[in-house]
Nanobody, 125 residues
Framework: VQLQASGGGSVQAGGSLKLSCAASGRTFGNYFLSWFRQAPGKERDFVAAITRNGGYVDYAFSVKGRFTMSRDNAKRTAFLQMNNMKPEDTGVYFC???????????????????WGQGTQVTVSS
């Protein structure tokens, strides 16, 4: 599967953005997905994860209640709605996918074999 992340941009604190992760291929529903982000000079961190059917979503504590991850398997696209954004949300956002059978969701970079190219998000105070 190939992933294409989009929707990044610059917003002020308190604003909103919606990221999209579009996938190629016909078996999008076989993949569990996650969003990660990487601030300048820092490690790539987990943001949100979703199961194959979208029935369960896991969030990092720092974004819980502000971000919403979803997916539309018919459109082969995952989304990350980001509300009440903070300057610390700044970074490059990556979507990731994998189809390992025994994994339903993951926060671990090592569990993902497919990555999008990243989209820049900048939140100013």
């Amino acid at each position: 599967v190939q992933l294409q992340a989009s929707g990044g941009g610059s917003v002020q604190a308190g604003g909103s953005l919606k990221l999209s992760c579009a996938a190629s291929g016909r078996t999008f529903g076989n993949y569990f997905l996650s969003w990660f982000r990487q601030a300048p000079g820092k490690e790539r961190d987990f943001v949100a994860a979703i199961t194959r059917n979208g029935g369960y979503v896991d969030y990092a504590f720092s974004v819980k209640g502000r971000f919403t991850m979803s997916r539309d398997n018919a459109k082969r696209t995952a989304f990350l709605q980001m509300n009440n954004m903070k300057p610390e949300d700044t970074g490059v956002y990556f979507c990731a996918a994998d189809s390992t059978e025994y994994i339903t969701t993951s926060r671990r970079i090592i569990d993902f074999g497919y990555w999008g190219q990243g989209t820049q998000v900048t939140v100013s105070s």
